[in-house]
């Protein structure tokens, strides 16, 4: 047996919704690394930023984010 048989149109359009897949994540991580760059951390802080960038991925996914962070750096020490 030569095993089954490739499916190759199948597999080409599986390879390239991969690479859609691939450069969307692509984008939505430079997006988040640009909105949390330093100006937005100097500004609000790191655990507000953080609260920040949950709120507005739940705001365009309908995904509900939690944040349990403390609100100071002295309470991580």
């Known amino acids: 047996g030569a095993g089954p048989a490739l499916d190759k149109p199948r597999l080409l359009e ?9 450069d969307s994540t692509l984008l939505s991580v430079r997006r988040i690394a640009r909105q949390l760059r330093p100006e937005v951390l100097d500004a609000l802080g790191l655990v507000p930023a953080i609260e920040w960038q949950a709120s507005d991925v739940q705001a365009r996914t309908g995904l ?4 349990e962070a ?7 020490a």
């Open 70 to 76: 403390p609100q100071t750096w002295s309470d991580i």
């Open 14 to 22: 599986d390879m390239r919704s991969m690479g859609r897949m691939v």
């Open 64 to 67: 509900q984010c939690t944040v």
